[in-house]
């Protein structure tokens, strides 16, 4: 239930999907659809278009800062569509709890700051592993005698953006399958027991281990 006040905050990462509002319209919907039919204000709304990275991500993020201070004033909770959204750092994350603002992500109402902190480690890792895959490749290219130049990286893209269509896709399947284990009170530990003991692989067409059960519950939550 959406009850009392809110400030919303929808963020793109680059000045192209700003401008064209690539993103910002579904994230606008997802909050409206949280929103919708119960006793809510919206007290405040704001829009960031930003790169995101850095040591430091709250300092290129004057817009969310605005949204945090107004929260503070209006005793109100800040409202995004998907976590990710804020950000895909633990440091950052955890940063944001100890503002002691309150926040939700439409796409994760229920999850308490312990589930939002496992969210923030799962998607930082495999960021990282993303980068490390997309690095590897490179290596592996200049080895056997690719010239990469400027455009080297931009050539992987189009791999990896399929290996993550493939794994959502994946983990859409499984949907139903892992709601029903999360219905019943399953650990992770006993769903990695039940989907090797019915015989469902992995992606990669390997036993399941607890990573792979949590990467796939992070892809759909």
Known sequence: MANGKFVTYLRVSTAKQGQSGLGLEAQQGAVDAYLSGDAWEVVGRFVEVETGKGANALDKRPQLRAALALCKKAGATLL????????RNVHFITGLIETGVDFIAADMPQANKVMIQMHAVMSEWE???????TKAALAAAKARGVKLGGAGPANLRPNVEARQKAANEF???LSATLSGFVAQGMTQIAMVAELNAIGIKTPTGKAWARTQLQRTLARLA
């Open 171 to 173: 983990a859409a399947k």
């Open 80 to 87: 995004i569509a998907k976590l990710d959204r804020l950000a």
């Open 127 to 133: 960021r990282d592993e993303i980068s490390r895959r």
